[in-house]
């Protein structure tokens, strides 16, 4: 997605942190939620408001995304390094 925007997202300019939270429901660990950091190096400031645009809607055609929203809450968020 950032790409088809012009913003590289090679090796090394982006990378995430996730974590996720595991909890009890109905006698059964499930995870209830994964929080997603997305890490971008260097990026000019002029392209982070489309960075931004673009993890708005992420979630909304990222596979992993739409394979687990029903039943876990995802929060994204990125930060510019």
Same mark, same amino acid.
């Given at each position: 997605? *950032?790409?088809?925007?012009?913003?590289? =997202?090679?090796? $090394?300019?982006?990378?995430?942190? @996730?974590? /996720? #939270?595991?909890?009890? @429901? #109905? #006698?059964?660990?499930?995870?209830?939620?994964?929080?997603? !950091?997305? %890490? *971008?190096? +260097?990026?000019?400031?002029?392209? !982070?408001?489309?960075?931004? !645009? =673009? *993890?708005?809607? %992420?979630? +909304? %055609?990222?596979?992993?995304?739409?394979? @687990?929203?029903? /039943?876990?809450?995802? #929060?994204?968020?990125?930060?510019? $390094?």
């Amino acid at each position: 997605m *950032l790409e088809a925007r012009q913003i590289p =997202a090679t090796s $090394g300019q982006l990378y995430a942190d @996730v974590e /996720g #939270d595991i909890e009890e @429901v #109905d #006698d059964k660990v499930v995870i209830t939620k994964i929080r997603v !950091r997305y %890490h *971008l190096k +260097d990026i000019p400031e002029a392209q !982070r408001e489309v960075v931004q !645009r =673009a *993890l708005e809607v %992420h979630e +909304d %055609h990222c596979p992993a995304a739409l394979s @687990v929203k029903r /039943g876990i809450e995802i #929060d994204t968020t990125v930060e510019f $390094g």
